[in-house]
């Protein structure tokens, strides 16, 4: 009888200590879970009606919605437009350290300005991500927890001057047009002081110099992104040169439709110039499609969403990002891919 006692002590006590344990072990569990699973994810753009950042955002967003029906995050995103204004994207760091978030994604107004952005982050310990716009590098060793995600500028150059290179291989009097043996060129860049604008400038025409095309240049214009400057600009351009202007390259593809909206318009819209840009938007491959654009070069908008977004959900659980993860220390690049006659259709959704 005694044993029977005792051996029902032995299983009561047993018993409430693995209770117990479990207990303990369920709340451990329910508090890593919503700690690691309860993010904050601020983004502040220097302007949303640039169509490739745009569609960058668009991207983010809909993997934030995929990734909350999964059930295994809780992610709340805040996105901000600066306006084109330093000031204005400032304060909304501010905002986003004031509420605190886990990470912030910014796409700068002004790459000078990351500095105070990065000065504003380390002190509140927050990891920022910036995108699309590249502070220089003494800025990003500034501390560890500061990363880039972007397209790769010289790639993007090279592959619009191997667009221009094709058609010259292929028919030379496509391009050299009025048979001087060089190819006249005006070119439309994106921002003075945007890094990846000044860099797909000059090896856009270095890819063509290396490869024995002779070059003029007619006319170098900044139209700040803008399809309604470049139009702008070109007219110009076209009132000046008349059809003198044999290709025409251009930093982005919106930029590149404004050139195409004044050709179409022009005394010269049946001798068109050859025209080449840079991130494969739905109006741009539909211009190459119906032949009054020659090509462009994709910079994967996709692509770059989901690695910034990717980036702040391993950074905001205190993941460590090092090559070892496919990722190159705190540089993530994307890879350009070129679009021509010949293969947009397969880009066109």
């Known amino acids: ?31 890593e879970e919503e700690d690691l699973n309860d993010i904050k994810i601020g983004i502040s753009v220097y302007e949303q009606d640039d169509i490739f950042i745009s569609s960058i955002i668009s991207n983010i967003e809909n993997i934030t919605k995929e990734k909350r029906s999964e059930g295994s995050y809780s992610i709340t995103l805040n996105v901000e437009d600066a306006k084109s204004n330093q000031y204005n994207q400032n304060e ?23 500095a105070t952005i990065i000065n504003k982050a380390k ?45 010259y291989k292929n028919n030379p009097s496509d391009v050299d047009k009025n048979g001087d043996g060089k190819i006249q060129y005006v070119m439309l860049e994106g921002e ?6 000044s860099i797909r400038t000059e090896y ?10 002779k070059v003029e240049k007619l006319g170098s214009e900044v139209a700040n992104w803008s399809r309604t400057e470049a139009s702008e600009k070109v007219a110009r351009w076209i009132e000046k040169y008349n059809d003198k202007v044999e290709l025409i390259i251009s930093n982005n593809d919106d930029m590149a439709l404004g050139a195409i909206d004044v050709l179409n318009k022009s005394k010269i819209k049946n001798n068109m110039p050859l025209i080449v840009g840079v991130d494969g938007i739905k109006d741009a491959l539909k211009a190459i499609d119906n032949g009054e654009m020659t090509g462009t070069v994709i910079s994967d908008a996709y692509k770059q969403g989901k690695a910034i977004f990717d980036t ?27 679009v021509t006659k010949e293969n947009v259709g397969e880009y066109i959704r």
């Open 204 to 213: 856009s025409i270095k890819r063509l110099v290396d490869n024995g095309i």
């Open 123 to 167: 002190n509140a310990n927050i990891p920022v991500i910036f995108f699309n716009r590249e502070p220089v590098e003494e800025d990003m060793n500034m501390w560890n927890k500061v990363y880039y995600v972007g397209a790769q500028a010289e790639q993007s150059g090279m592959m619009q001057g191997d667009i221009v290179i094709e058609k």
């Open 1 to 31: 009888m005694k044993m029977r006692k005792s051996m029902r002590r032995f299983i009561l006590v047993l018993s409430t200590i693995y209770m117990y344990s479990s207990l303990i072990s369920c709340n451990s569990r329910n508090n």
């Open 312 to 338: 702040a959900l391993r950074v905001s659980s205190e993941s460590i990002l090092d090559k070892d993860n496919g990722i190159d220390a705190r540089y993530i690049r994307i890879p350009h891919v070129i």
């Open 192 to 197: 003075q002081g945007h890094q990846d604008a």
């Open 92 to 114: 909304q760091v501010d905002m986003f350290i004031d509420q605190g978030y886990d990470v912030m994604c910014i796409n700068l107004v002004d790459r000078r300005s990351a």
